[in-house]
Every structure is written in structure tokens, then in C-alpha cells.
């Protein structure tokens, strides 16, 4: 899609104006994505700011225990008596840095593996290629599970096993791309000038190859905050005493016939996230023109 | 599947915790656990252990629990089997029913405020964990309105309504998610079916609206259709695992936790290696199904 300015130097010139303004004609007009955007930022500044906002400790337990919303605990208390908004707000931080962080990882290994697999071919191409097959053979979730049970728990952990569950997806993405970037004529150009292929694979191949990874990455972002809750919940999460969403909703769980609030609202909480992240992704689809087939 | 059990028998060897010490708790004299690590067989070299443990594989021998009662695996996986089988089997089946007609309705009323009813709907069904979805049809049909059982299993044997009573909250905690999937993605292949030109002479016949849809429109739209599905299937086991344990169905999902819980090896290995299977057999289903949709496509 980018690959026809670049025959053409002063189309490549223009491109970046041209591109912010397609992204700010479809996020001016795309309701969805404006609702992802203020969402999702009042969420990150929530978890900024949960130190200041959070108007209990979240870990504080008190005798007030399992008393519904009322005004001095907005969300409610647990079982334990502690504060169901405080704990929320605090577990912003966890979900949004896990889901970040995990797609930093995976985004980086998984489209490096795809960018030497599609460049260079030969066995390379075929070693990491046996490798990812043979990953694709499990669903992303059960590799988190099982890497989580093999090296244990704990918040890096469960980021190194998520990111590695995604790793597969970039790098297939990342490969076909440069496999199509591979044949255009302005590589063969670049080769001919004698540029090493670190400086072709980053300068040349890797700017046209980013729309469908970034397109990607944000959906793999909300897949890797429901990957974290469902680790959580089955407590196979960061740990037992940091009140993550996945893990307040496993605790409220035996509770809920009575304290339906335990259960409705991390669960809420990891809707509207997960839904904010979808929203744009589906925004960015759009202005990045990325068919929905190639991710 | 040679590869895929290779990695994970040596994969599950790097687990940091001492099983043996578990079994024994504080009890254990260091003589008990040298009997009890020979009876094992983790005595031997890990390419002796791993080549019992193969051998016994293609035997259909899981090998035997490490935990509590010490049963074959392929009995305890066996046990599970057919919950998370019906539980797999009628998600697919309510998420086929939503997304079909959603996805059909959505493509033909492109634009209307059906299709961003509908759309608006796959993306809060995308969005959801399945197990909050779990929670909140426990609160509400089974805690609260009683008409459905809360948690459990009870097998076809004992008749349909037992049968279906237990897994109707599960399965649509599972397939909402798998539904949106697909109805998206029915909803874009139809979309360009419908440009096609054979669409155009099919309507010039005088076809009605009906026939055009189901005979013309549908089938070609579903290849790319089964191609999400064969994909959207991790979705479909990753949900039975995790709904498993909030309805307490001891199907594979249920096995697999409580496995790694009791770091019990055989069991968690076994449990993986099913879900693989039947998450690549389905795969394999899903393309020769591409033969069946398609005529053009032929294995020979």
C-alpha cells in the first residue's frame, strides 16, 4: 500500500502529512474510536494517579466488610473489608503495564524473527519457520498456562509467558510482509547502492512492513490484558497479595449470590478497557488501511 | 505431534519446584524418597525417562498421576474428555447460530442500525472475559432467577435436560466470544460475495432474495469463514479451560489447573497434549471442510 510511493520521491516526501491526516479524518468521524481513546485515557490516568485517587489503601482490611456501594466506599468492600475502588484502581496499573509490556516483548522478538526469517530465506527462514509451526500447534492461552506452570508465577513471569504465546503472530506477519516488501524494486535499489542488510531491513523493509504489525500489536494488547485477568483468576497470576482485576474477581467469586458487586465491577473494569483498545484498533485498521486478513 | 510432545515433556522438566518434596510433605525420611523417587522413575537419565514416557504415548499410556490416588493418566483424561467435548461441541454450536444470522443480517443491511447493533454487540462479545461472563450468568440465571444449576456436570447418560441444564451457562460464556469472531468476519466476506458478478447475474434470473443468500452468497462466503474458525478455536479450549473451573466441570481445563496446582507432571503434560490435539484435529477438520464448501478444492 505504501510500497507504490515509494517509486516516486516526492510522494514519499508528503506521505507523513498525508497519513496524519487520514488518521485524523477517521478519528474525527468514528464515534467508537473516540469513546476507545477517552476511555482508555481516563484509565491510564487513573492508574497514574491511583496513589493519589484511591481513596483507601487497597490492601487495608477493615470490619466494614462486605457492605454494597454506598458513599463511603463507592464500589463497595470485599469479604475482607476492603475497598473494591481502591483495589480496581490499583489493579489499572498491573493490566495496563502487563498488556504494554507483553506486546513490547512479543512485538520486538516475534517481528525480529520474522524480519531474518523473510530476508534471508534459505535455513534460516526454515529453522525459525519449524519453530513457530510447531508453536502454532497450541493456542496462545495454553502456552501462557503451561509456561506460567513450568517457570512459576509472578508479574515477570506472566509477562514473558503472554509475550511469548504472541510471539508466533508477529513473526508470521513480519515474514509475509517482507516476503511481499522483498520483490519491490526500490530493495533491489537499496542493494545495488551497497547498504548493509541491517540498514535495508530497518530503514527500508521495516517502515513499509509497520501497518499491519501495529494493527496487531493493539489488538494483541487487549488479548494479552484478558490473557493476565484469566491467569489471575485461575491463580496463575503476578501473586496473591497485589490486587489484580483477574484476581479480585476470583476472590469475590464464592461471594457473589451476596455481594453481586464483587463480581460485576473488575469484570467492568476489564470490559471497558479491552473494548477502548478493540474500538481504536479497529480505528487504526482503518486509517492504516490493513485488511482484516492480514492480521 | 512428535515435535509438539517433545516439547513438552522437557518443557514441564524445567519446573523449579520438587514434586517428591510436595508428596511427602514433612513426613518423609530421606530413605522413603529414594523408594519413592525409583518407583517414579526419575531416577533415571531424562532421555531414558523421556523415551519411556514417548513410547508409552503411542501406546495410548499416559503414565500414571504423581498425586493423591496415583491413577493412569489416560483415565483421569479420559474422565474429561467428554465434558470439555459436549462443552466445546455446543458453544460452537450457540456461536454458529448467533454469528450466522448476525453476519448475514449485517451484511445485507449494510449501514443500518441493525448492523451497528450488531457490530456494536461482537465488540462488547470480543471484549468480555469469558469468566466474568461466566460469574455474571451465575448471579443472575442460577443465583438469583434459579433456574439453572450454578456448577457441576452431568453426563448425557443421564439424560438430555440434566445433561444440557449444566452446560447451556458454560457454553454461552464460551461462545459469545466465538461468536463475534465469526459474525464479523461473515459479515466482510459476504460483503464482497455480494459485489461479485456472479451475484449480479444470479439476481438478473429473477432469484429470489432467499435462494440468492443461501445458495449463492453464503457458500462462497464462507471459505475465508472456516479459515477464523479453524483460528478462532484456541478461543473456543482457551475458554473451556478457564470456564471449567468457575462452574467446577472437571473436564481437561479443570484437570490442567489442578495438575499444575499439585505440580503433578504426567497429568499437566497429558492435559496439554489432548488440548493440542484437539485444537490441531480440529484445524484438520476445518481444511478438509474447505473441500465440502468449495468444490474447486480437491485433496487428492
Not at chain 2, 86 to 98: C, D, Q, R, Y
Request: aromatic share 10%.
Amino acid at each position: 500500500m505504501m510500497s507504490d510511493t515509494a517509486f516516486n520521491p516526492a510522494a514519499e516526501a508528503e506521505a507523513p502529512p498525508k497519513r496524519r491526516s487520514r488518521f485524523r479524518a477517521v478519528f474525527s468521524k468514528d464515534r467508537k474510536a473516540q469513546f476507545g481513546l477517552v476511555v482508555l485515557g481516563l484509565f491510564i490516568l487513573g492508574a497514574f494517579l491511583a496513589p493519589f485517587l484511591a481513596p483507601y489503601d487497597p490492601n487495608e482490611m477493615t470490619l466494614n466488610m462486605m457492605s454494597g456501594p454506598s458513599g463511603d466506599n463507592v464500589l463497595g468492600t470485599d469479604d475482607l473489608g476492603r475497598d473494591l475502588f481502591s483495589r480496581i484502581l490499583w489493579g489499572t496499573q498491573i493490566s495496563l503495564f502487563v498488556g504494554v509490556a507483553t506486546v513490547a516483548l512479543a512485538l520486538f522478538f516475534g517481528v525480529l524473527l520474522g524480519v531474518l526469517a523473510g530476508y534471508y530465506g534459505g535455513w534460516i527462514d526454515m529453522v525459525i519457520m519449524r519453530y513457530i509451526d510447531l508453536q502454532w500447534a497450541f493456542p496462545n492461552f495454553i502456552i501462557a498456562v503451561y509456561l506460567v506452570a513450568v517457570f512459576g508465577t509472578g508479574l515477570l513471569n506472566v509477562i514473558v509467558a503472554i509475550a511469548l504465546a504472541f510471539l508466533d503472530d508477529f513473526a508470521r506477519i513480519a515474514r509475509s510482509m517482507v516476503l511481499t516488501l522483498k520483490q519491490e524494486q526500490y530493495i533491489d535499489a537499496a542493494k545495488v547502492q551497497g547498504f548493509s542488510d541491517f540498514r535495508i531491513m530497518m530503514r527500508h523493509i521495516l517502515p513499509n512492513a509497520m501497518a499491519p504489525i501495529i494493527v496487531q500489536a493493539t489488538v494483541s494488547v487487549s488479548y494479552a490484558i484478558l490473557g493476565e485477568a484469566s491467569l489471575s483468576f485461575l491463580g496463575l497470576g503476578v501473586s496473591s497479595d497485589t490486587p489484580t482485576w483477574g484476581l479480585i474477581l476470583s476472590d469475590g467469586r464464592s461471594f457473589i449470590s451476596r455481594a453481586w458487586w464483587l463480581g460485576v465491577f473488575p469484570g467492568l473494569a476489564i470490559m471497558l478497557v479491552v473494548l477502548s483498545i478493540n474500538f481504536i484498533g479497529d480505528a487504526l485498521r482503518d486509517a492504516l488501511d490493513v485488511r482484516e486478513s492480514d492480521v | 505431534m512428535v515435535a509438539v510432545s517433545t516439547l513438552v515433556f522437557f518443557m514441564i522438566r524445567l519446573v523449579p519446584g520438587d514434586p517428591i518434596a510436595a508428596m511427602l510433605a514433612d513426613s518423609g525420611s530421606p530413605e522413603a524418597r529414594e523408594a519413592l523417587i525409583r518407583r517414579l522413575g526419575l531416577d533415571q537419565p531424562l532421555i531414558i525417562q523421556f523415551f519411556k514416557w514417548f513410547g508409552g504415548l503411542l501406546q495410548g499410556d499416559f503414565g500414571t498421576s504423581i498425586y493423591g490416588s496415583n491413577q493412569p493418566v489416560s483415565d483421569i483424561l479420559m474422565n474429561a474428555l467428554p465434558k470439555t467435548l459436549s462443552l466445546a461441541f455446543l458453544s460452537f454450536i450457540i456461536a454458529i447460530v448467533i454469528a450466522v444470522p448476525a453476519g448475514i443480517i449485517s451484511a445485507t443491511h449494510k449501514n443500518t442500525a441493525a448492523d451497528t447493533g450488531f457490530s456494536l454487540l461482537a465488540f462488547i462479545g470480543l471484549s468480555m472475559p469469558d469468566f466474568w461472563l461466566a460469574i455474571m450468568l451465575i448471579i443472575v440465571f442460577a443465583a438469583n432467577l434459579q433456574w439453572l444449576p450454578a456448577i457441576g456436570y452431568e453426563p448425557l447418560s443421564a439424560g438430555f435436560w440434566p445433561w444440557f441444564s449444566h452446560l447451556i451457562l458454560p457454553s454461552i460464556a464460551i461462545g459469545t466470544g466465538f461468536s463475534a469472531i465469526i459474525a464479523r468476519m461473515i459479515r466482510s466476506s459476504m460483503l464482497e460475495v455480494l459485489q461479485a458478478d456472479y451475484m449480479r447475474t444470479a439476481a438478473s434470473k429473477g432469484l429470489s432474495d432467499r435462494v440468492l443468500m443461501l445458495r449463492h452468497a453464503l457458500p462462497n462466503a464462507m471459505i475465508p469463514v472456516l479459515t477464523v474458525i479453524g483460528i478462532a478455536f484456541a478461543l473456543l479450549i482457551s475458554g473451556a479451560v478457564v470456564v471449567e473451573n468457575v462452574f467446577s466441570i472437571k473436564g481437561l481445563g479443570r484437570v490442567l489447573i489442578q495438575g499444575i496446582q499439585n505440580r503433578d507432571y504426567p497429568v499437566v503434560q497429558g492435559a496439554v497434549l489432548l488440548v493440542s490435539a484437539f485444537f490441531v484435529l480440529s484445524n484438520l477438520v476445518v481444511d478438509l471442510l474447505y473441500a465440502v464448501v468449495d468444490p474447486r478444492i480437491r485433496y487428492s
